[in-house]
């Protein structure tokens, strides 16, 4: 699975749309981007994934460059129970039963 | 939606204790779970693939004489640590999907948090 390049934290002010980026510039045809966040003490928490086209759900949308090469992680309007770290994963379809390799991730940390 | 349920939640024993935890899926069955650790501060590791019915698949550098693992039905799958000696200390969690279902996520149990005295 290719790797992912994440910032090391962030900030976001509450209400305010948090942007958190994610390179991955030598992903395959074959990979997803599968997005995950902790919150402190907690289990991971699946987001959203996508292939090559953007989605959206109620947690969040993504949206892939056009190369495949980075992504954005977009929560539109922040709040302080969306401070966690963010995790940015790809993953083949091929991958053997679905393990997930993590990084280090992006500690958001959204302000009042 | 799939509920990944973690037992216990947190576990403080002494040293030389043997530690079971417990992994079910709540409303789906699971060939596959995954066993990650976790230190403070750093991300999850994954240690071992759980397989219903064979063996485990251990990652490199885990000692699979220390972590024993068992996966006796669809909605189980146990980790013990064996001999728990204090660096031992760590989250433990684990995960489990939809089988045969290709690009489905995984889902998380609440984790583990074991302390060796």
């Known amino acids: 699975d290719a790797k992912t390049t994440q910032p090391t934290s962030m900030d976001c002010a509450e209400g305010r749309a948090a942007n958190l980026p994610c390179n991955h510039s030598?992903?395959?045809?074959?990979?997803?981007v599968y997005w995950y966040r902790q919150i402190h003490s907690q289990g991971p928490q699946y987001i959203i994934h996508?292939?090559?086209n953007n989605e959206t759900n109620e947690m969040a949308s993504l949206i892939i460059t056009e190369d495949r090469k980075s992504s954005t992680l977009i929560l539109p309007h922040a709040t302080l129970r969306d401070t966690a770290v963010y995790y940015c994963?790809?993953?083949?379809?091929?991958?053997?039963?679905?393990?997930?390799?993590f990084g280090q991730g992006t500690e958001l940390s959204v302000k009042p | 939606g799939a509920v990944v349920s973690q037992h216990p939640s947190w576990v403080i024993c002494k040293s030389g204790t043997s530690v079971k935890i417990e992994c079910r899926s709540l409303?789906?069955?699971?060939?596959?779970m995954f066993w990650y650790r976790q230190f403070p501060k750093q991300s999850l590791m994954l240690m071992a693939t759980?397989?219903?019915?064979?063996?485990?698949?251990?990652e490199q550098g885990v000692e699979k004489d220390k972590f024993l693992i068992n996966h006796a039905s669809l909605t189980l799958s146990t980790l013990t640590v064996t001999s728990a000696h204090p660096e031992d200390s760590s989250f433990y969690i684990c995960?489990?999907?939809?089988?045969?279902?290709?690009?489905?996520?995984?889902?998380f149990g609440d984790g583990t948090r074991l302390s060796i005295l």
């Open positions: 030598t992903i395959s045809g074959n990979e997803y």
């Open positions: 409303d789906f069955q699971a060939t596959t």
């Open positions: 995960s489990a999907g939809l089988p045969d279902i290709l690009n489905q996520p995984q889902h």
């Open positions: 994963i790809v993953r083949s379809i091929y991958n053997q039963g679905g393990k997930l390799i």
């Open positions: 759980s397989n219903e019915g064979s063996k485990a698949t251990y």
């Open positions: 996508g292939l090559k």
